[in-house]
């Protein structure tokens, strides 16, 4: 199985498809990753980048996951707009897109959190493309286990622990993978997610 993480520093902090392709690899699922991100950039900026449409027809990736700028989110009809397109993309070249939902920021909260969440729904309407809703499960998961610090100093990315949360949430959507045609699972690679991200902070730990 090959994805592509298409997005900006909430994909790439902590390495964070490194740490999917970890989990994916716990749970006896072989994964390649790739990653196109560049610090606060969105959908926009990646339309322009001709690495990114090479990437989406040639590299043959079986899924990529595409995450739009977060902090501010920006004008929504240019996400729209510019995910519709990124979104037609992947598909011509035989892949699934995954939205990828971010969480808002730590002083924003969870009130804030529905808008985010609509802009990557709406889109998921439109398109019938499927969302990796990390920002709801982010403050679900902190509603449940407070303890557990899920940003980093800045408030706005996540902490290790946060990452590996985040990471969770694609692999169920993505699932298992034979080659040379990939077989979805949705329900035996993700596991439980929050069992997995209660486990994050004594993992990161560990390696430390």
Not at 16 to 28: G, K, S, T, Y
């Amino acid at each position: 199985m090959k994805v592509l993480f298409i997005g900006n520093s909430h994909t790439y902090f902590n390495d964070m498809p490194h740490l999917f392709a970890e989990i994916c690899r716990e749970n006896q699922a072989e994964v390649e990753v790739a990653m196109l991100a560049h610090g606060g950039r969105g959908w926009d900026f990646h339309l322009e980048e001709p690495e990114v449409r090479f990437n989406i027809r040639y590299g043959g990736y079986d899924a990529v996951i595409l995450q739009h700028t977060a902090h501010p989110m920006g004008d929504l009809d240019v996400m729209a707009r510019c995910g519709r397109k990124l979104i037609d993309w992947v598909r011509e070249a035989g892949a699934r897109p995954i939205l990828y939902m971010t969480w808002t920021t730590k002083e924003d909260g969870e009130t804030a959190q529905d808008a985010m969440s609509q802009a990557y729904l709406s889109l998921q309407r439109e398109t019938g493309c499927e969302v990796a809703p990390v920002g709801q499960n982010w403050w679900r998961y902190h509603r449940e286990h407070p303890e557990t610090e899920l940003y980093a100093a800045d408030g706005q990315h996540a902490s290790e622990a946060g990452s590996r949360l985040a990471s969770v949430e694609p692999q169920g959507l993505v699932g298992f993978c034979e080659s040379p045609s990939c077989r979805h699972d949705r329900s035996a690679l993700g596991g439980d997610v929050y069992s997995l991200a209660r486990d994050a902070e004594r993992i990161c730990t560990a390696r430390r």
